[in-house]
Every structure is written in structure tokens, then in C-alpha cells.
């Protein structure tokens, strides 16, 4: 089994009816197992966006010149790693055919997410917009720091989930 093919085995296995979905609604948060941000996480997204400031990729100089003590993730490398702690913590939907991202509002990077810290996601469900074939859901989503007073940031997450249209 691939890790993709697992991945989609889990997240059938957390799959809930329309009805039990909307019980989430204000409801307690889901959250997310802990993920490390490691230094070849960062510099992998410093290749893939061409952001290579030296407060992300050089640990010497920013030892030397941040008052960070070290490296620190890009802060839309931290905004990026919802997606991952999403699937990982949350329910879907029955019928989803995919789920896509319809954008944020609100977004805030409260702390820098130091190299070595673990994070995590914390999402409540807001709201609901029911349609035919879609389901579109408003998340307050953070990503915590463990330790750390603050969150590294919160949002306000629009996800779409394309439904398959009831049988007649």
C-alpha cells in the first residue's frame, strides 16, 4: 500500500453522514498529532518558493543575527502545513468526491515557529454552507507551538468539499 492509498484508507475510515457533521458546528476543537520542523523541511521550502533569506536557511548567521537563536520556518511554510494537519484531524464528509481550498480570511502569524519545534493544528468548525453539490466549511484553524504561550498563527480556513449529487 502506497503512502498516498493509505492516507485515503484513514481518512474513509473518518468519513461522517451530513447530519453527524453539522453536530461539529461550534463544537470542541479537532486537533492534530504533533509535527516536527526540522531544517531540511525548511530548506526544502525555501527550493520549492526561491526564498532563501538567511533567517530560514543559514542557522550560523541567524544564531548570530536574529534574536531567534536559530533558523526559523517561513511563515507561509507554517500556513502551508494546515493542509497536512487537516487530513490528519479531521472528519469528511460522505459523498466527497475532493476537497479543495477556497481561501482564508483573517490570517495572522503570531510567533516564529523556531527550527526543532513541534507543531500541531487546532480547528473548530464555524460554519456551514449546505449546496447541492458542494460543502463549503469555515474553520478558525491554528497552528500551535508546543510550549510556546502563543500560537504560530491563526485563520479564518474556507475549505470546499465537491460532493456527489444524491441518487434520484
Do not use: C
Not at 71 to 81: K, P
Not at 86 to 104: C, D, H, K, Q, S
Amino acid at each position: 500500500m502506497t503512502d498516498s492509498t493509505a492516507a485515503e484508507a484513514a481518512l474513509r475510515q473518518r468519513l461522517v453522514a451530513i447530519e453527524t457533521y453539522r453536530t461539529y458546528v461550534d463544537a470542541d476543537p479537532f486537533v492534530s498529532d504533533w509535527l516536527t520542523v526540522d531544517q531540511p523541511m525548511i530548506d526544502t521550502f525555501a527550493d520549492a518558493t526561491r526564498d532563501h533569506q538567511f533567517i530560514h536557511v543559514d542557522p550560523k548567521r541567524a544564531r548570530a543575527e536574529t534574536p531567534f537563536g536559530g533558523t526559523i520556518a517561513h511563515g507561509f511554510l507554517t500556513l502551508s502545513l494546515l493542509s497536512t494537519l487537516a487530513f490528519e484531524a479531521l472528519p469528511g464528509v460522505e459523498r466527497t468526491r475532493m476537497g479543495i481550498n477556497y481561501g482564508f480570511d483573517e490570517v495572522r502569524f503570531l510567533t516564529p515557529v523556531k527550527t526543532g519545534a513541534r507543531v500541531r493544528g487546532r480547528f473548530t468548525l464555524r460554519a456551514i454552507t449546505e449546496r447541492a453539490v458542494s460543502l463549503q466549511s469555515s474553520w478558525d484553524a491554528a497552528v500551535e507551538i508546543e510550549g510556546a504561550p502563543k500560537p504560530a498563527l491563526t485563520a479564518r480556513w474556507i475549505t470546499l468539499a465537491v460532493l456527489d449529487p444524491l441518487a434520484s
